[in-house]
């Protein structure tokens, strides 16, 4: 979705919002052409078309995703939905809220403005936090070690730099100022989001086999620590299956 944090198409976090879910700027670039994966089970019908084997409306309790890999096994309270559960993207977000909880597996930095990969940059957490805290318009807090879910790595909050205010890339005309962070490509995640003047974002880089799992943490403008107060508790719930 260019979620902004680009179109988060939450060019956030996506090409495609969940239909559940309140329409997205930020998420609307990055998540687009997905294609939906056949259910022979009696789960429920995914709201999004571009969702893979996502739940819609959850009922509070814990669920194992189908399709993402690793598996992840988390728990909800009510009101949120699941958006997605690709092979490379998982979604949740309160419904009718735009902000979101985005995990991504084998995230890039991007090449530029352009909607792929850095050919220079490899996905290992190490590189993926140097180009973060290097990047002119960008500016990266000091990576925090973390573990979460059964995996370590580190923790990052972005914004734009200061004095950077309409500077960075534009799409269709209409938005700009925007810098991408993150973008799929080289492996099973399809997204390409940006940050925009005033946004602020936590993300967690998780090292896993030769590559990641990235954990965006969207806003989408918004207050960053209060909704990492409310999701907390969801965070601390992942469980990322060991294979």
Same mark, same amino acid.
């Given at each position: 979705m260019l979620v902004i944090a680009?179109?988060?198409?939450?060019?956030?976090?996506?090409?495609?919002?969940?239909?559940?879910?309140?329409?997205?700027?930020?998420?609307?670039?990055?998540?687009?052409?997905?294609a939906q994966t056949g259910d022979?089970?009696?789960?429920?019908?995914?709201?999004?078309?571009?969702?893979?084997?996502?739940?819609?409306?959850?009922?509070?309790?814990?669920?194992?995703?189908?399709?993402?890999?690793?598996?992840?096994?988390?728990?909800?309270?009510?009101?949120?939905?699941?958006?997605?559960?690709?092979?490379?993207?998982?979604?949740?977000?309160?419904?009718?809220?735009?902000?979101?909880?985005?995990?991504?597996?084998?995230?890039?930095?991007?090449?530029?403005?352009?909607?792929?990969?850095?050919?220079?940059?490899?996905?290992?957490?190490?590189?993926?936090?140097? #180009?973060?805290? /290097?990047?002119? *318009? &960008? =500016?990266?807090?000091?990576?925090?070690?973390?573990?979460?879910? $059964?995996?370590? %790595?580190?923790?990052?909050?972005?914004?734009?730099?200061?004095?950077?205010?309409?500077?960075?890339?534009?799409?269709?005309?209409?938005?700009?100022?925007?810098?991408?962070?993150?973008?799929?490509?080289?492996?099973?995640?399809?997204?390409?989001?940006?940050?925009?003047?005033? #946004?602020?974002? /936590?993300?967690? *880089? &998780? =090292?896993?086999?030769?590559?990641?799992?990235?954990?965006?943490? $969207?806003?989408? %403008?918004?207050?960053?620590?209060?909704?990492?107060?409310?999701?907390?508790?969801?965070?601390?719930?992942?469980?990322?299956?060991?294979?």
């Open positions: 680009l179109f988060a198409i939450p060019l956030t976090g996506c090409g495609s919002d969940a239909a559940a879910a309140a329409p997205s700027l930020a998420r609307a670039v990055a998540d687009a052409g997905r022979a089970d009696p789960r429920p019908v995914c709201p999004n078309p571009h969702g893979g084997q996502c739940l819609g409306p959850l009922e509070p309790g814990t669920y194992t995703t189908v399709t993402f890999s690793p598996a992840i096994t988390y728990t909800v309270p009510a009101g949120w939905t699941n958006g997605e559960d690709l092979p490379g993207n998982f979604l949740l977000q309160l419904e009718g809220d735009s902000r979101y909880l985005g995990i991504y597996r084998d995230a890039n930095v991007p090449d530029g403005c352009a909607e792929h990969p850095d050919p220079d940059v490899s996905q290992s957490v190490s590189d993926y936090t140097r #180009w973060l805290r /290097r990047h002119p *318009l &960008l =500016r990266a807090t000091k990576p925090i070690p973390v573990s979460l879910g $059964g995996l370590h %790595g580190v923790a990052i909050d972005i914004s734009k730099a200061p004095g950077t205010e309409g500077e960075g890339c534009t799409y269709e005309e209409t938005i700009t100022g925007a810098v991408p962070f993150i973008v799929g490509g080289r492996g099973p995640a399809s997204l390409h989001h940006v940050i925009m003047d005033g #946004w602020k974002e /936590r993300l967690y *880089l &998780l =090292r896993y086999k030769r590559g990641n799992v990235a954990i965006e943490v $969207g806003p989408e %403008g918004a207050s960053l620590p209060e909704y990492l107060k409310e999701i907390r508790p969801i965070l601390r719930s992942l469980r990322f299956a060991k294979d």
